[in-house]
């Protein structure tokens, strides 16, 4: 079955990422998809490197939080009529041409929501950094715990969603934790998840940029406090 | 355990949850507080009456059973303002997400 790639719609959160969000950029575009840019408060020159491509830019007029980015994203892609929605990072962590594959279960019907994973194929666990999968292996149990979604990864932003799944999630958690309040939603909604076999690409830049380790603690204090209020 | 760990410990988690479940009706955290006023202003006018009711509690001092209570009080006051705060945080997420899709900058090829 094919589809209008203008439906599909690439969702990119970007905080202070001036430096590579046009290298990530450029090779979407080429795709035909509908590029959308949600620029989440930059002091630096995020805007201006994307001058002339053509993408929607959204900008929130402070820095909130990439789980707010996402919503903001989702929100904007609903009300222009698109039928899936795809996270993607702006960090060039992700790869364009992996998109069809996260896109294919959704197309075909089989799944409202498709889940990147690094833990399906020996070749990319063997790239996530050990003190990383280490991490990434204490937040796929507390995800469990806390969601009731058995995942075999956890947080790596690569994700898409059929018109039903964007119509249904509202994200509240504005920061880290929104990945596992996604779950909660996903579980409470009853959407199908699959999961898809991603690489991801770890350089100096996206290392150093992307989360903390020890952000992991407050993602669990994030969703304990959202559970209460 | 002493009657005094049971009568603080006991209240202090049936507030807890009656707060948590109640944060977002303004008529019940007003009037929680305007309770826990009007028993601070019995104590002022009538201090004794502390250490009477310490002694009963198996309390040595009326000052240490106001410590305890303050420390109550504080904690019912940090929940009300945290709930606040979640509350105006999310309304101005909208407002920011609104503003975002209202002026955003279609370059579309």
Do not use: W
């Amino acid at each position: 079955m094919t589809i209008d790639p203008k439906t599909v719609f690439v969702l990119i959160p970007a905080y202070r990422e001036a430096l590579v969000i046009a290298r990530t950029v450029v090779p979407l575009v080429a795709t035909g998809y509908r590029v959308v840019v949600i620029d989440d408060g930059s002091p630096d020159d995020t805007e201006r490197v994307l001058q002339g491509l053509p993408i929607d830019y959204l900008r929130h007029s402070i820095n909130l939080g990439t789980g707010a980015a996402r919503q903001t994203g989702m929100t904007y892609a609903l009300r222009e009529g698109a039928e899936y929605a795809v996270h993607f990072d702006a960090d060039g962590q992700h790869d364009a041409s992996e998109i069809p594959k996260m896109l294919e279960p959704l197309i075909a019907g089989r799944t409202d929501v498709t889940l990147g994973t690094r833990f399906h194929r020996k070749e990319d666990i063997r790239e996530i950094p050990p003190v990383r999968r280490m991490v990434l292996r204490g937040a796929i149990f507390v995800n469990l715990l806390m969601t009731g979604v058995k995942l075999s990864d956890a947080h790596n932003g690569f994700r898409a969603f059929n018109r039903k799944a964007i119509s249904k999630i509202q994200l509240t958690e504005n920061r880290m934790a929104y990945a596992s309040e996604l779950l909660t939603i996903i579980r409470r909604e009853k959407l199908r998840v699959e999961e898809v076999p991603v690489h991801i690409v770890y350089t100096d830049y996206s290392t150093h940029k992307g989360q903390r380790n020890m952000n992991a603690i407050h993602i669990v204090i994030d969703l304990i406090l959202n559970r209460l209020f | 355990m002493s009657p005094i760990k049971v009568l603080l410990i006991l209240p202090l988690g049936a507030v807890l949850i009656f707060l948590i479940s109640r944060l977002r009706n303004p008529t019940v955290y007003r009037l929680t507080f305007i309770a826990f006023a009007i028993v601070g202003m019995v104590f002022v006018v009538d201090p004794e009456l502390t250490n009477s009711i310490a002694h009963q509690l198996n309390v040595s001092r009326g000052a240490d059973l106001m410590f305890y209570f303050c420390a109550i009080v504080g904690f019912c006051v940090m929940l009300v303002f945290y709930s606040k705060i979640r509350s105006l945080e999310a309304m101005q997420t909208l407002i920011v997400r609104e503003h975002a899709i209202e002026t955003v900058k279609k370059r579309i090829a």
